[in-house]
């Protein structure tokens, strides 16, 4: 199976900062199938990119992913306060599909 | 609007079994499949598998076999999950998920808590 890194563990940033999370998977995923959930306490995930970088319906634009084959990131361009959360990138290019461990976008 | 509407929170002893049901609405039920998730606390999500809502065919990942079922009434627009002799390593909030090659709608999750 595909196991995703993702880093940091933790990331501390300030509103209107600029923050920058990683996925990095153990082998090449398959068109591109990795997608972005972002996840706050007693909620479910919700999508925010799929196909390593379209916007799924009704994302503000702050949030943008990238890369390819085993490197992809994901980018909040300025911070609002509803964006601290819990981030996990997840892979369905094989199966079984498989999550990260979670990035922690805390405020500093 | 496509909602996912999970059934509520349960409270089981180890050995029982528990039925979680998703209901949805908003789309055309056997447009899409349907995955669950599991999310046990303080952890991340796990894929629990999926099952194709025009055949009803089941996938169970790894680990989520022999106790765990997955099931489907089209006629309500509703999936089930089954999970029989309750252990309370099983504790988690568990989700339904529409299935598009990503995961675009959830419901609500519901917690199944397993304690004697």
């Known amino acids: 199976e595909i196991v995703l890194t993702q880093s940091p563990d933790t990331l501390s940033l300030s509103p209107g900062e600029r923050a920058t999370l990683s996925c990095r998977a153990s082998q090449s995923i398959t068109s591109n199938y990795l997608d972005w959930y972002q996840q706050k306490p007693g909620q479910a995930p919700r999508l925010l990119i799929y196909?390593?970088?379209s916007r799924a319906t009704g994302i503000p634009d702050r949030f943008s992913g990238s890369g390819s084959g085993t490197d992809f990131t994901l980018t909040i361009s300025r911070l609002e306060p509803e964006d601290f959360a819990v981030y996990y990138c997840q892979q369905f290019g094989s199966s079984p599909c498989t999550f990260g461990q979670g990035t922690k976008l805390e405020i500093k | 609007q496509v909602q996912l509407v999970q059934s509520g929170s349960e409270l089981k002893k180890p050995g029982a079994s528990v039925i979680v049901s998703c209901k949805a609405s908003g789309y055309t039920f056997t447009d899409n499949g349907m995955t669950w998730v599991r999310q046990a606390p303080g952890q991340g999500p796990e894929w629990m598998g999926w099952i194709n809502t025009n055949t009803g065919n089941p996938t169970y990942a790894q680990g989520f076999t022999g106790r765990f079922v997955f099931s489907l009434d089209t006629s309500v627009s509703t999936a089930y999950l089954q999970i029989s002799s309750l252990k309370a390593e099983d504790t988690a909030v568990y989700y339904c998920a529409r299935f598009n090659r990503y995961l675009d709608y959830w419901g609500q999750g519901t917690l199944v808590t397993v304690s004697s």
């Open positions: 196909g390593a970088s």
